[in-house]
């Protein structure tokens, strides 16, 4: 069974940091691109950042580009997302997802989902 399993959560006040971590297991981890995305509510999920190997390493969504980092530890089967400087625009539920294409950055081109984790940033 695959599974992808998010931690790191929180309450945070503005201008802290909060590093995510997304362990799989259940697939050849280093097959896959990963990627991180989020959801406010009320709002569509949004793709963040992810890494792929065949697309060339890290790609963000323009706006979190130079606040966020996604990196990945192959050994350990798990995918970081360090968010820092974060605002109260950034809360939502974090996703971490895996799918097959070079640089996926929609829902319909990951195959396999974690259940999210709560991100919450106060004033």
């Known amino acids: 069974q695959v599974q992808l399993v998010e931690s790191g959560g929180g309450l945070v006040q503005a201008g802290g940091s909060l590093r995510l971590s997304c362990t799989a297991s259940?697939?050849?981890?280093?097959?896959?691109?990963m990627g991180w995305f989020r959801q406010a509510p009320g709002k569509e999920r949004e793709f963040v950042g992810g890494?792929?190997?065949?697309?060339?390493?890290?790609f963000y969504k323009d706006s979190v580009r130079g606040q966020f980092t996604v990196s990945r530890d192959n050994a350990k089967k798990t995918v970081y997302l360090q968010m820092n400087t974060l605002k109260p625009e950034d809360t939502a539920v974090y996703y971490c997802?895996?799918?097959?294409?070079?640089?996926?950055?929609?829902?319909?081109?990951?195959?396999?989902w974690g259940q999210g984790t709560q991100v919450t940033v106060s004033s």
């Open positions: 997802a895996a799918g097959g294409a070079v640089r996926p950055i929609t829902r319909d081109q990951y195959a396999y």
């Open positions: 259940g697939i050849t981890f280093s097959y896959y691109t």
């Open positions: 890494f792929s190997w065949s697309g060339g390493g890290t």
